[in-house]
C-alpha cells in the first residue's frame, strides 16, 4: 500500500466535498455561501459563549468541576458513537465517491483508505463541534494547567473509541461479505450501531449515577473508560501520551489489515410491496419512499429504541417517530426519474402534493403501532398529539430542505448544510415562540401559518427547478 | 404577483431576523441575571427575565414580553431594509441586462 | 404522424447560440435520423421539439398540435440518453408505470413476450437498480414498443446494447413507423441508420447542413459514415 495515493485520494474526496456540495440549490451564490459559512461559525461561536456561561456560572469555582469532566469522559464513547452512527448512515449512501476512484491507478485497499481518513476527518469535525465548546470553556474558567486534564478525560479516549469503532465496522463487514450479504450492510450496519446506542445509553448512564455517588461519598472511581485521565493522575502527561500512541499503533494497522479488499456495491432499495402500485403516480411515490434503504434505517431504529424503551420502561411520548420525518429530505431528489421519463411531468402542486402525501402515509403506517406502544405504557393521548404535529410540521420543512438543498444520488453530503441551517432556524423559532408566552391556540396558529410559509415556498422552488430544467430561467 | 411574491419574501426574511435578535438578546439578558427576584430587561426594555426561589428550593423562571414595541421596530427596519436591498439588486439587474442589450446591438 | 419544425433558433445564454435556424419536416411512417458530431446540438434540439426547453424563436407541431399541447405530449415518448431510470422499481412496474402515465391498459402477455425475446426472461421481477446498462436500454425499448406513441423519439439510446439486441429493435422500429406514426432517431451507429432510417438529418454546430433520403445518399456517396467524412473534411481549417 502506497500511503501517497492515500493522501491524494483523501484530497480527491474533500475536492468532492468543496465543489459539489458547497456551491449547489441555494448555495451556488457566494452571498449565500458567505450567509451560511456566518451562520454556522455564528452557531459555533455561540455555543462555545452558552457553555462558557454556564459552566462559570454554575461550576466555577465549586470544584464540582472535576467530577463533571469524570461524567462527560464516561460518555465519551456514547457521542463518539452518535458522531460515527451519523457519518456512517451518511457515508452508506457514498457510492458516488467511491466511483470517482474506481478509474484511478490505486488498489482496493488504497482507497479504502483514503475513504477512511476521509471519514475519520468528518469524525473528527463533528467531535470537534459537540466536546470543542466544552473543553474551550473548562480551559478558559481553569487555566492552562487544564488543558492535560481535557486531553486525557476527553480528546484521547475520543480517539481510541474511533479507532476500536473502525475496526469493529470493518470486521463487520468483512464477516457479511463472507456470509455474501454484503449488499444488505445498508440495513445491516445501521441495525447493528443502533443496537450498540441502546446498549450504551443504560451504561453511560449507569456509570454517571456512579461517579456522582464516589463524589458524594468521597471514594475514587475506577473504570477502564477513565484508564487515559487515571494515567495523566497517577504517573503523568507523558504515560498518558504514550498509552494513546501504543494504543493507536496497535489499532491503525489492524484496520489497515482488517479493511476489505474488495468493494461491493450496496442495495440501495428493497422490492417490498404490491407492484400494482406502480400503474398509479401516487402509487409509485409510496414505493419510492417505502423501498429506499434510509426508510428503512428510520425504521429499524424506531423499532430498535421502541423495543429499547418498552424493556427499559421509558415512559415517554413517541419522539422516536419524528426520524421517519426526515426522509423528506431524499423524496424530491428521489423521485426525480419519475418527473423526468415522462415529456409530460404533471402539475407543481399536483406532485408536491405526492411527495408529502406519501410520506403523510409513512407517517401513519409507522405512527399508528408506535404511538399505540406508548399509549400501552400509560403516556396520555394529549403528549402524543403535539409529537405529531411535530412530525408534521417535520416532513413539511424537511421537504422543502431537499428542495433548497438537493441531494445527490450518491453523494449525500449536499444534505448536511440544508439540515443544520433548518436545525439552527427551527430551534430559534422554538425558543423565540417561548419568549413571547402566547397562548397555546396562538402557538399554534403561528406554527400553522409557519408551515404554510413552508408550503408555498416548496411548491415555488419546485416550480423554479422546473423552469431552470428547460432554460427559462437561470440558475 | 411579482411583488406579492417580494412582499411574502420581506416579510419572511424579516420575521428571521426579528426571531434571531429577540433569541440572541433574551440568551444575553438571562446569563446576566444572577440574582434572585430581580428583573432584567434586555433589548431596549422589550424583554423581561426573573429568576425565582421556589419553596422546594429550585429555581422557577419567568420570561416574557414586556414591551412590543422595540420588537415592532426591529421588524419594520429589517423589512424597510430588505425591500432596499432588493430594489437596489432589481435595477441593477435591469441595468445589466441593458449594458449586455447595447453590447449586442 | 407529421411533426413540423420551422426556423427554430436557441441560445442557452446570450453569448451561446445552439440552433440556427433549424427546419424541417418528418412526414408519417417515417423514421428520420438525426446525425451530428458531439455538441452540435442534436439534444438540444429533439428537447426543444419535445417542449422540455422552452422555445425561443420558430414554430414547432407535432401532428395538428403545438408542441406545449398536453395532446402533444401524450402523443410523444422519450428514450433519453441519460438514466432518468426510477431504480426503485422492477422492470416489469417501470412499464407499468409509464402505461400509467399515458393511460394505457398493460398487457401482461406481451411484457412477458418482449422481456423473453429481448434477452431478459425472468427478469422483469428485478429492480431496476440490479440492471445492466445495456439491460436498461433494452427496458426503455420495450416500454417504447409496448406503448407505440405516434411520435417516438430516441437519442443515443442504443449505445451499449448487444449485437442479438439491435436486430430486434430494427425489425421493431420498422413496426413501429406505420399507421401514421413517425420516429426521430438520433444516433452515432450510422449501420444501423442506413438499414431502418427513411430520411437523413445533418447537424453541425447547430445548423442543418444536409438533409435527403437514404437511399439517394447510398446511392450518391455510398455511406453515412462516407457523407460524414465528406463533411468533417470540409470543415477542417486549410
Same mark, same amino acid.
Given at each position: 500500500m502506497r500511503p501517497k495515493s492515500v493522501v491524494l485520494l483523501f484530497r480527491l474526496f474533500w475536492l468532492f466535498i468543496v465543489r459539489r456540495v458547497v456551491g449547489r440549490g441555494l448555495l451556488a451564490s457566494p452571498a449565500a455561501r458567505l450567509s451560511a459559512a456566518l451562520l454556522l461559525v455564528a452557531a459555533f461561536a455561540g455555543f462555545n459563549v452558552l457553555s462558557y456561561v454556564v459552566i462559570r456560572q454554575y461550576?466555577? #469555582? /465549586?470544584?464540582l468541576l472535576e467530577p463533571v469532566l469524570q461524567v462527560a469522559n464516561a460518555s465519551v464513547g456514547f457521542w463518539v458513537l452518535i458522531a460515527y452512527t451519523l457519518i456512517r448512515v451518511l457515508f452508506m449512501k457514498a457510492d458516488e465517491l467511491l466511483k470517482l476512484s474506481f478509474n484511478l491507478p490505486v488498489t482496493n485497499k488504497e482507497r479504502t483508505m483514503g475513504f477512511a481518513l476521509f471519514e475519520s476527518s468528518l469524525v473528527l469535525l463533528v467531535t470537534v463541534f459537540i466536546f470543542g465548546a466544552f473543553s474551550i470553556s473548562t480551559v478558559l474558567i481553569e #487555566? /492552562?494547567?487544564y488543558i492535560p486534564k481535557v486531553l486525557a478525560s476527553i480528546w484521547f479516549p475520543a480517539i481510541s473509541t474511533y479507532l476500536l469503532l473502525s475496526l469493529g465496522y470493518y470486521l463487520l463487514e468483512r464477516a457479511l461479505q463472507a456470509l455474501r450479504i454484503a449488499r444488505l450492510r445498508g440495513l445491516v450496519v445501521p441495525m447493528v450501531l443502533a443496537i450498540g446506542l441502546a446498549a450504551a445509553f443504560p451504561q453511560t448512564n449507569e456509570q454517571s449515577s456512579q461517579i456522582a455517588e464516589s463524589y458524594v461519598s468521597g471514594r475514587e472511581y475506577n473504570a477502564p473508560v477513565l484508564l487515559y485521565a487515571k494515567l495523566l493522575e497517577d504517573v503523568g502527561l507523558w504515560f498518558s501520551i504514550l498509552v494513546l500512541l501504543a494504543t493507536s499503533a496497535a489499532l491503525v494497522p489492524a484496520i489497515v489489515a482488517i479493511a476489505p479488499r474488495n468493494y461491493v456495491p450496496m442495495r440501495r432499495f428493497f422490492a417490498i410491496l404490491?407492484?400494482?402500485?406502480?400503474?398509479r403516480k401516487f402509487g409509485v411515490y409510496i414505493l419510492i419512499l417505502f423501498r429506499s434503504f434510509e426508510t428503512m434505517v428510520a425504521f429499524s431504529f424506531i423499532l430498535i429504541y421502541s423495543v429499547f424503551a418498552w424493556f427499559e420502561n421509558l415512559?415517554?411520548?413517541?419522539?422516536?417517530?419524528?426520524?421517519?420525518?426526515?426522509?423528506g429530505v431524499y423524496a424530491f431528489s428521489n423521485s426525480e426519474p419519475l418527473r423526468r421519463i415522462a415529456t409530460y411531468p404533471g402539475r407543481t402542486v399536483a406532485n408536491y402534493l405526492r411527495l408529502v402525501g406519501s410520506q403523510g402515509v409513512l407517517l401513519v403506517v409507522v405512527g399508528v403501532p408506535v404511538v399505540g406502544l406508548s399509549l400501552a405504557q400509560g403516556v396520555p393521548l394529549e403528549a402524543c398529539l403535539p409529537v405529531l404535529g411535530f412530525c408534521v410540521s417535520n416532513i413539511l420543512i424537511s421537504t422543502l430542505v431537499g428542495i433548497a438543498f438537493p441531494p445527490e444520488k450518491g453523494n449525500p453530503f449536499t444534505v448536511i448544510i440544508g439540515v443544520l441551517l433548518t436545525l439552527i432556524l427551527v430551534m430559534i423559532f422554538a425558543l423565540g415562540l417561548n419568549v413571547f408566552n402566547f397562548e397555546p391556540i396562538t402557538n399554534t396558529a403561528i406554527f400553522t401559518a409557519l408551515n404554510l410559509l413552508v408550503v408555498f415556498y416548496s411548491i415555488l422552488g419546485m416550480r423554479r427547478m422546473e423552469r431552470i430544467a428547460r432554460n427559462e430561467v437561470v440558475a | 404577483m411579482k411583488w406579492l411574491l417580494r412582499f411574502i419574501a420581506g416579510l419572511t426574511v424579516s420575521f428571521v431576523v426579528t426571531m434571531i435578535v429577540v433569541v440572541t438578546s433574551f440568551i444575553t439578558t438571562m446569563f446576566s441575571a444572577s440574582e434572585m427576584g430581580v428583573r432584567k430587561f434586555g433589548l431596549f426594555g422589550a424583554l423581561f427575565f426573573e429568576p425565582h426561589e421556589q419553596a422546594d428550593g429550585a429555581t422557577a423562571l419567568e420570561i416574557g414580553v414586556s414591551n412590543g414595541a422595540p420588537i415592532a421596530v426591529v421588524f419594520s427596519i429589517s423589512l424597510v431594509f430588505y425591500v432596499a436591498v432588493a430594489s437596489v439588486l432589481e435595477r441593477l439587474k435591469l441595468h445589466k441586462k441593458r449594458l449586455l442589450q447595447a453590447d449586442k446591438g | 404522424m407529421t411533426v413540423t419544425v420551422a426556423n427554430v433558433n436557441y441560445a442557452y445564454?446570450?453569448?451561446?447560440?445552439?440552433?440556427?435556424d433549424v427546419s424541417f419536416t418528418i412526414a408519417e411512417n417515417q423514421i428520420m435520423g438525426l446525425i451530428g458530431p458531439n455538441g452540435s446540438g442534436k439534444s438540444t434540439l429533439i428537447k426543444v421539439i419535445l417542449d422540455l426547453l422552452q422555445l425561443q424563436s420558430g414554430r414547432i407541431s407535432i401532428g395538428s398540435d403545438s408542441s406545449q399541447s398536453r395532446n402533444a405530449k401524450m402523443s410523444s415518448i422519450y428514450l433519453s440518453s441519460n438514466d432518468y431510470l426510477p431504480e426503485f422499481l422492477t422492470g416489469a412496474e417501470y412499464v407499468r408505470f409509464m402505461h400509467g402515465l399515458y393511460g394505457e391498459p398493460l398487457d401482461q402477455e406481451e411484457l412477458r413476450t418482449q422481456f423473453a425475446r429481448y434477452?431478459?426472461?425472468?427478469?422483469?421481477?428485478?429492480?431496476?437498480?440490479?440492471?445492466s446498462h445495456g439491460m436498461r436500454k433494452k427496458l426503455q425499448l420495450i416500454a417504447a414498443f409496448m406503448l407505440r406513441r405516434r411520435f417516438t423519439v430516441i437519442d443515443e439510446t442504443l449505445n451499449g446494447i448487444d449485437i442479438d439486441a439491435i436486430n430486434l429493435f430494427e425489425r421493431d422500429i420498422r413496426t413501429l413507423a406505420t399507421d401514421g406514426r413517425s420516429v426521430l432517431l438520433c444516433s452515432h451507429d450510422f449501420t444501423m441508420l442506413e438499414h431502418v432510417a427513411d430520411e437523413l438529418s445533418l447537424l453541425i454546430q447547430g445548423a442543418l447542413v444536409f438533409q435527403a433520403p437514404v437511399r439517394t445518399i447510398i446511392r450518391d456517396h455510398g455511406t453515412i459514415a462516407d457523407l460524414a467524412n465528406e463533411f468533417i473534411r470540409a470543415m477542417e481549417p486549410s
Open positions: 461550576l466555577g #469555582g /465549586t470544584g #487555566g /492552562t494547567d404490491p407492484q400494482w402500485l406502480a400503474g415512559v415517554l411520548p413517541p419522539y422516536a417517530l419524528a426520524l421517519i420525518t426526515f426522509q | - | 445564454n446570450s453569448r451561446t447560440q445552439v440552433l440556427h434477452s431478459m426472461r425472468d427478469r422483469q421481477r428485478d429492480l431496476i437498480e440490479d440492471y
